[in-house]
């Protein structure tokens, strides 16, 4: 957004207005998935935790499939692993994202404030003359 205020137009004021309305909107939806990415690579990794458990009991249980049940919990591990990185990896977008938000909404507050100053001051202007 520009910092110089005096001598821009309404319809450019609304204009900012507008695109901050959108990148807020925008910045929001993005919050809204990355909170279901967060949601989502926590139920992986605790489906993968439970597949790593049931493996592990699977060998222990069944000595002629011990080679098997062994790549199976490798694999389980790998997963577990892989879904806690996208956790992370989800966590810091919902950082991100959030912080993207809170700029937009403030960049939105500011172009309505300045939409509506102009506005006053033209009424006031109109009233004057």
Not at 110 to 117: K, L
């Given at each position: 957004m520009e910092s110089n205020k005096g001598k821009r137009s309404a319809q450019e004021l609304l204009a900012e207005w507008r695109l901050a309305e959108r990148i807020g909107k925008t910045a929001r939806s993005a919050?809204?998935?990355?909170?279901?990415a967060v949601e989502s690579a926590?139920?992986?990794?605790?489906?993968?935790?439970s597949a790593q458990a049931a493996?592990?009991?699977?060998?222990?249980?069944?000595?002629r499939a011990k080679e098997a049940s062994d790549l199976a919990s490798l694999a389980?591990?790998?997963?577990?692993?892989?879904?806690?990185?996208?956790?992370?990896?989800?966590?810091?977008?919902?950082?991100?994202?959030g912080e993207i938000s809170r700029e937009a909404d403030a960049s939105e507050a500011?172009?309505?404030?300045?939409?509506?100053?102009?506005?006053?001051q033209a009424f006031e202007k109109a009233r004057g003359s």
């Open positions: 919050a809204d998935a990355a909170d279901l926590d139920a992986a990794k605790m489906a993968a935790a493996v592990s009991g699977a060998a222990e249980a069944v000595d389980a591990g790998q997963a577990s692993e892989a879904a806690q990185q996208v956790y992370a990896d989800a966590q810091e977008d919902v950082e991100r994202t500011q172009a309505g404030d300045a939409f509506r100053e102009a506005q006053r």
